[in-house]
Every structure is written in structure tokens, then in C-alpha cells.
T-cell receptor
């Protein structure tokens, strides 16, 4: 079943502002990952958070995970025009589905200079 | 970081022909690779898992005779779209997990740049 719903579907902000994207999922997970995709390109892995972790940082990125609510958020601080892209969350259920990612619908982020 | 390449990056073919897409892990060996499909402005959907030395496992609803997958070596998986039709037009992306001796994988997947298939 499709899972990994993200909101907002589109987000438009000014350079320097923070951008927050949310992701919800339906089943138990081993880990949750965030990816970035520029138009017509492949995916770039941003950050992975495991089910026993609650928060993780990487540079200007901050990811939180709430397994009780089956949700995650990605915060990009001090956004730049170069951050303009689509952002996807993806869950890995582990077990026999290990490595098989279920992607959310994505958030299109536009950062205006 | 680990690099995954795909070839070709873009292909246009006539309806009824077959198209082969290659996915290579350039600096690591990948016993498992995954093939995804993405429609315009949509999310990625897993099509199949490619296992080196064994048959691929397909997700529900994916025709195995339509999308042939071969994982001939630890660095190469191929997806062949047979008798392509316009509805097969899509963006196909592969991914691979980097191996780690103690756990088999690092959980992180590296994606190829994708192949845009257009069937006329």
C-alpha cells in the first residue's frame, strides 16, 4: 500500500528562511530516509534516521522522527536558492522488505533569491 | 560517496521495440540493486529487486515478462523493457546499497541519475 504522505505538496519561501517538510507513514519502519531530486535528475541521499533515533542533524538539515505518530520532519535552515528541488521521504520497513524503499509523494520546494 | 551510473540517460524508441537500461555501481560491489519508476511530477515506485546470481523479485502489479531484469555481476544490473508501448514512457531509476562486512549493508542507498524512456 502507498505510504509516506508528505505535506506540504509545495512550499515557496525566500532565501534565508527556514523550510519545514513533513512526512507521515503507515507501517512499522527500520529507518526513514530523506532524498532530494532536482528536476529530471536522480536522487541525492540527504539523511537517514533509524527507528530508535528521534533527531538527527547534518549541516543545515535537521530531521526528527516520531514513531508513535508515524511521522518525520525535515527542516532546512537558512535556505538558499540552490535548495530549490523536490524532497522525498522514504521508509524502509526492514525484515524481508529490507532495502525496499516506499517513497512519499514529495514536497516541491522553491527558494526565491 | 558511492557512485551509481545509468546508461543511457535518455532513450527514444518506437512502439514494439525493446530497450535495455544498464545500472552500474562504479566503486563498490552491490549484491542487491533496486529498480524504480517515476511518472512526471510523481513519486518513485519500486518495481523490482535485482539480486546478483539469482532471479529478480518483482513488486505486485509489475509484469516480469515485460520488465526483464538481469544482475549478471556484482556491479551491473540491467532492465530490459520488452515490446515497449507509449504507456511505458517514464523515468527509470536504479539504486544500490553499499556493502559493509559486519552487517552486509549500510542501509544507505545510492541512486543512479535515471533514464528517461520515451516510446513513440
Amino acid at each position: 500500500s502507498q505510504q509516506g504522505e508528505e505535506d506540504p505538496q509545495a512550499l515557496s519561501i525566500q532565501e534565508g528562511e527556514n523550510a519545514t517538510m513533513n512526512c507521515s507513514y503507515k507501517t512499522s519502519i527500520n529507518n526513514l530516509q530523506w532524498y532530494r531530486q532536482n528536476s529530471g535528475r536522480g536522487l541525492v541521499h540527504l539523511i537517514l534516521i533509524r527507528s530508535n533515533e528521534r533527531e538527527k542533524h547534518s549541516g543545515r538539515l535537521r530531521v526528527t522522527l516520531d514513531t508513535s505518530k508515524k511521522s518525520s520532519s525535515l527542516l532546512i535552515t537558512a535556505s538558499r536558492a540552490a535548495d530549490t528541488a523536490s524532497y522525498f521521504c522514504a521508509t524502509d520497513a526492514g525484515g524481508t522488505s529490507y532495502g525496499k524503499l516506499t517513497f512519499g509523494q514529495g514536497t516541491i520546494l522553491t527558494v526565491h533569491p | 560517496g558511492a557512485v551509481v551510473s545509468q546508461h543511457p540517460s535518455r532513450v527514444i524508441c518506437k512502439s514494439g521495440t525493446s530497450v535495455k537500461i544498464e545500472c552500474r555501481s562504479l566503486d563498490f560491489q552491490a549484491t542487491t540493486m533496486f529498480w524504480y519508476r517515476q511518472f512526471p511530477k510523481k513519486s518513485l515506485m519500486l518495481m523490482a529487486t535485482s539480486n546478483e546470481g539469482s532471479k529478480a523479485t518483482y513488486e505486485q502489479g509489475v509484469e516480469k515478462d515485460k520488465f526483464l531484469i538481469n544482475h549478471a555481476s556484482l556491479t551491473l544490473s540491467t532492465l530490459t523493457v520488452t515490446s515497449a508501448h507509449p504507456e511505458d514512457s517514464s523515468f527509470y531509476i536504479c539504486s544500490a546499497m553499499t556493502p559493509r562486512p559486519d552487517r552486509g549493508h549500510t542501509d544507505t542507498q545510492y541512486f543512479g541519475p535515471g533514464t528517461r524512456l520515451t516510446v513513440l
